[in-house]
């Protein structure tokens, strides 16, 4: 296993300075995370920072994540007494569901006032979980700029919603180290850190292992393979030989064979999965 993955750019520091220091100007923390790692996506350092203060998980790119998994984990999250909605914020499946959620705590909070205060809400969470989509989707315009890489969201924005609550968006943050090598790994399999400080042949070689033991048949129907061998390796060659990932001499591209299969998993061509369950079917999977 790739292990030590630390990726903790400068602007993350001031990031964590810039939500520390705004909190006491929202009235709702909405933190989205990858529906796909619903744990490795949800950072402690959030956690520590926004304490009390009233918060909404967002699931997004629910689309990518196995179905029955997703409805696992928003019952799992409703069981901890969290608010939690099955997202996909390109399409705007859930957005719905959300506002209404929004608008009821705005009614909570203006019934306990005199005065009617504009609702304020921050939007946090570690890099490429789709923040910046989701903001796009409830402002009903493109207020903030997206990409498939980490990173994109530049420096501190208040924006209006439809409804006319503001919303204040926040570049993604990670931690500088990461406490289970598990969890750094999924994070690279779902793009949220860069390939660039990564071996890409080896992740992929790593997410040739996950995905054969835990979906095989998807991984078969994708490339073509009619069965698997009994070691990652072995299955990550037979997928670049019917991919066609070959050098001169016949020699496998394990480069263009490992992006190949990252970008296809990212983008859910191998078809829906999730990389982690709840503790509880975990067990029970065992």
């Given at each position: 296993?790739?292990?030590?993955?630390n990726?903790?750019?400068?602007?993350?520091?001031?990031?964590?300075?810039?939500?520390?220091?705004?909190?006491?100007?929202?009235?709702?923390?909405?933190?989205?995370?990858?529906?796909?790692?619903?744990?490795?996506?949800?950072?402690?350092?959030?956690?520590?920072?926004?304490?009390?203060?009233?918060?909404?998980?967002?699931?997004?790119?629910?689309?990518?994540?196995?179905?029955?998994?997703?409805?696992?984990?928003?019952?799992?999250?409703?069981?901890?007494?969290?608010?939690?909605?099955?997202?996909?914020?390109?399409?705007?499946?859930?957005?719905?569901?959300?506002?209404?959620?929004?608008e009821?705590?705005?009614?909570?909070?203006?019934?306990?006032?005199?005065?009617?205060?504009?609702?304020?809400?921050?939007?946090?969470?570690?890099?490429?979980?789709?923040?910046?989509?989701?903001?796009?989707?409830?402002?009903?315009?493109?207020?903030?700029?997206?990409?498939?890489r980490?990173?994109?969201?530049?420096?501190?924005?208040?924006?209006?919603?439809?409804?006319?609550?503001?919303?204040?968006?926040?570049?993604?943050?990670?931690?500088?180290?990461?406490?289970?090598?598990?969890?750094?790994?999924?994070?690279?399999f779902?793009?949220?850190?860069?390939?660039?400080?990564?071996d890409?042949?080896?992740?992929?070689?790593?997410?040739?292992?996950?995905?054969?033991?835990?979906?095989?048949?998807?991984?078969?129907?994708?490339?073509?393979?009619?069965?698997?061998?009994?070691?990652?390796?072995?299955?990550?060659?037979?997928?670049?030989?019917?991919?066609?990932?070959?050098?001169?001499?016949?020699?496998?591209?394990?480069?263009?064979a490992?992006?190949?299969?990252?970008?296809?998993?990212?983008?859910?061509?191998?078809?829906?999965?999730?990389?982690?369950?709840?503790?509880?079917?975990?067990?029970?999977?065992?």
């Open positions: 296993m790739i292990e030590n993955i990726w903790y750019p400068g602007h993350m520091k001031k990031t964590r300075e810039l939500i520390t220091e705004n909190l006491k100007l929202v009235d709702c923390v909405i933190e989205v995370v990858d529906a796909r790692i619903p744990v490795s996506s949800r950072n402690p350092v959030i956690d520590d920072i926004v304490r009390e203060k009233p918060r909404i998980t967002g699931l997004n790119k629910s689309d990518l994540a196995d179905e029955r998994a997703g409805k696992l984990w928003a019952e799992k999250f409703a069981g901890d007494g969290s608010r939690a909605f099955l997202i996909n914020s390109v399409k705007g499946t859930g957005i719905k569901e959300l506002f209404r959620c929004l009821a705590m705005e009614k909570e909070k203006n019934s306990q006032g005199v005065r009617q205060k504009t609702f304020r809400i921050m939007i946090v969470g570690v890099p490429n979980v789709g923040k910046s989509s989701l903001i796009n989707r409830m402002t009903g315009r493109k207020s903030a700029q997206t990409g498939d980490p990173g994109v969201t530049r420096g501190k924005q208040w924006l209006k919603l439809k409804n006319g609550m503001q919303l204040l968006d926040t570049p993604g943050i990670l931690w500088p180290k990461f406490e289970d090598p598990k969890a750094g790994m999924n994070l690279a779902c793009g949220s850190i860069k390939d660039e400080i990564l890409v042949p080896d992740l992929a070689l790593e997410l040739t292992g996950v995905l054969t033991k835990n979906y095989p048949e998807l991984f078969m129907e994708r490339y073509g393979l009619e069965e698997l061998s009994e070691t990652p390796l072995e299955n990550m060659e037979a997928m670049a030989v019917k991919r066609g990932c070959i050098l001169p001499g016949k020699r496998i591209d394990y480069e263009r490992g992006r190949l299969l990252l970008d296809e998993f990212r983008s859910g061509r191998i078809g829906r999965i999730t990389l982690e369950l709840p503790e509880k079917e975990r067990q029970e999977e065992k």
